[in-house]
């Protein structure tokens, strides 16, 4: 079973393995976006590493509830309110619990996934963060590490898709060849579920 | 890559800082990153509110003000605002009469502020929105996130903001502003790439002799890329690429508008040569402004807008406007 330790460790785990490629990912932002991702989100998990020690929410609901929320208020763009959504409706579908398992984990996520999609009108296959997301939560059931290797798989499988939404898609076919950076970091969300349940 | 600026991480604050400084009529709360006139909330008027990213100076902070807007909300370097701000910003200027958000169509300012417009009504706030999606660059929005929101926003914000300043209700003011969204269109070029703050180094690779057509305000690499042209043929193009989307019946307003690196030797010669292709397309001209407006940091290049007027909205243009980045007849 999964408690809000576990929650607390996967936010952990996420803003570390943000904070090392930050970097990487303003790299992948630059000839297709404004170079900025890297430092959104960087900003922003530092806001949601701090939140958490500072509130000590005590379900693993209410830890993605607010770690949404920080991510809404500090990060901008449209990562934010994506990001934002994703784990805020994913908390919000863990309910009260005190403890829940993967199968309970795997269904909330989904829903987190499929708000995401309604709020920014894309499916998979527009080079979007929906390209790591949706391949990781079908996966889910296999095990996290499962998971982490189809998101890993989805995020550098938009590299020959023209991008239809965001930033990247004014480029049009020059957005061919380009791997997503929002792809990008949803691959690192995912695969720290692999390290916070290592520990 | 040189910059004054001390670093990456503290260019927006440390801008509004000397923004607050330099403009005593404006309230610049600098840590919650909101932009208001002093008087407000005016009784009876419509607060009109803009926002995105920095780096687009004088846009939009540069435009709060007296017949303009009430209160800017400034974000990250290309990055759109948060919620928060909105609803503070709405909390602020909201005289009763409602609070209008002006948006530009990129999916980040347009997500934000959906989610303040929520939680600002929330709050009993009554909110209105417009969408600038003025750019014919891009073309087909099937496979886009549609048109971006670029030069019109200038338009729409000193129109509608006439009228709220007449005292006009919100759906009258959102009506305005729609129209002239409606009526407007733009295109842009850049002769070099952008440097933010946080890469310090130019966003994408422009050899010297060549250009990008059809670029946003983000530093972003446009639709194509060609030989440098001259500053005639670059207007053929642009004005062309905007003639083809619309046929204006009305006089247009033209705003020639430099990306932040151009001199305005250049845009004033540019604008020469937007003048002989409209009035060799036979399209006359109400009124012309050439300057860095809309601009995308250090990036060389310009834009061209036209907006097509009728009486009513050349009257609402010409209107007295008192902002740091726009002053007229006051």
Redesign the interface.
């Known amino acids: 079973m999964l408690d809000a330790d576990f929650f607390r460790r996967w936010m952990t785990a996420t803003a570390a393995s943000v904070d090392r490629e930050a970097e990487n990912l303003t790299a992948l932002d630059s000839p297709i976006g404004d170079a900025d991702h890297g430092s959104n989100l960087q900003r922003g998990f530092t806001a949601v590493t701090a939140a958490l020690e500072k509130e000590q929410p005590q379900t693993p609901g209410a830890v993605l509830i607010l770690a949404g929320r920080q991510l809404i208020s500090t990060v901008g763009g449209a990562s934010g309110p994506l990001y934002g959504t994703l784990l805020r409706r994913t908390g919000k579908a863990l309910g009260d619990a005190a403890e829940v398992g993967a199968e309970q984990l795997a269904q909330a996520l989904r829903t987190g996934v499929d708000a995401v999609m309604a709020l920014g009108g894309a499916a998979p296959g527009d080079a979007t963060m929906l390209d790591a997301l949706v391949p990781a939560v079908e996966a889910l059931g296999d095990g996290f590490a499962a998971a982490a290797t189809a998101a890993r798989e989805g995020a550098v499988a938009t590299t020959p898709m023209q991008a239809r939404k965001g930033r990247a898609s004014y480029l049009g076919e020059r957005s061919i060849g380009h791997q997503d950076p929002g792809a990008t970091s949803s691959a690192l969300l995912v695969e720290a579920l692999v390290e916070a349940s290592d520990e | 890559m040189k910059m004054l600026i001390n670093v990456?991480e503290t260019v927006v604050a440390d801008a509004l800082r000397g923004m607050a400084a330099a403009h005593p009529e404006l309230v610049v709360d600098v840590e919650n990153r909101v932009i208001v006139r002093r008087d407000a909330p005016v009784a009876g008027k419509v607060g009109l509110i803009s926002g995105g990213?920095s780096g687009h100076e004088p846009l939009h902070g540069g435009f709060v003000g007296p017949g303009m807007l009430s209160a800017a909300c400034p974000?990250?370097?290309?990055?759109?605002?948060?919620?928060?701000q909105m609803v503070r910003a709405a909390a602020a200027v909201d005289s009763g009469a409602g609070v209008l958000f002006i948006v530009k169509n990129?999916?980040?300012d347009v997500?934000?502020f959906d989610?303040a417009a929520e939680l600002a009504e929330d709050e009993g706030v009554q909110v209105g929105k417009v969408l600038v999606n003025d750019d014919v660059?891009?073309t087909d929005s099937l496979?886009?996130?549609g048109r971006?929101g670029t030069g019109a926003t200038l338009f729409v914000e000193k129109i509608a903001g006439a009228a709220a300043d007449e005292g006009q209700p919100l759906e009258r003011v959102e009506a305005v502003g729609r129209q002239v969204n409606e009526n407007a269109r733009s295109f842009g070029v850049a002769l070099s790439a952008?440097t933010?703050p946080?890469?310090g180094s130019p966003?994408?690779d422009l050899p010297t002799g060549e250009l990008e057509l059809g670029i946003?305000i983000?530093?972003?690499?446009g639709?194509e890329r060609r030989a440098m042209m001259t500053s005639g043929e670059i207007a053929d193009f642009a004005v062309g690429a905007i003639l083809d989307d619309m046929t204006p019946r009305n006089p247009v307003l033209v705003l020639v508008n430099g990306m932040g690196a151009t001199p305005l030797l250049e845009l004033y010669g540019f604008n020469a040569e937007v003048q002989r292709v409209l009035a060799e397309r036979e399209v006359a001209v109400a009124r012309t402004l050439v300057g860095n407006y809309v601009t995308s940091l250090d990036m060389a290049g310009a834009s061209v807008t036209l907006c097509q007027v009728d009486e009513e909205l050349l009257r609402l243009w010409d209107a007295p406007v008192s902002t740091p980045g726009l002053r007229w007849g006051m």
Not at chain 2, 75 to 84: A, K, L, Q, Y
Not at chain 2, 218 to 221: S, T
């Open positions: 990456a990213g974000g990250e370097v290309f990055t759109s605002p948060v919620p928060d990129y999916t980040g997500l934000n989610m660059a891009v496979y886009t996130a971006r952008v933010t946080a890469k966003t994408f946003g983000h530093g972003e690499p639709r």
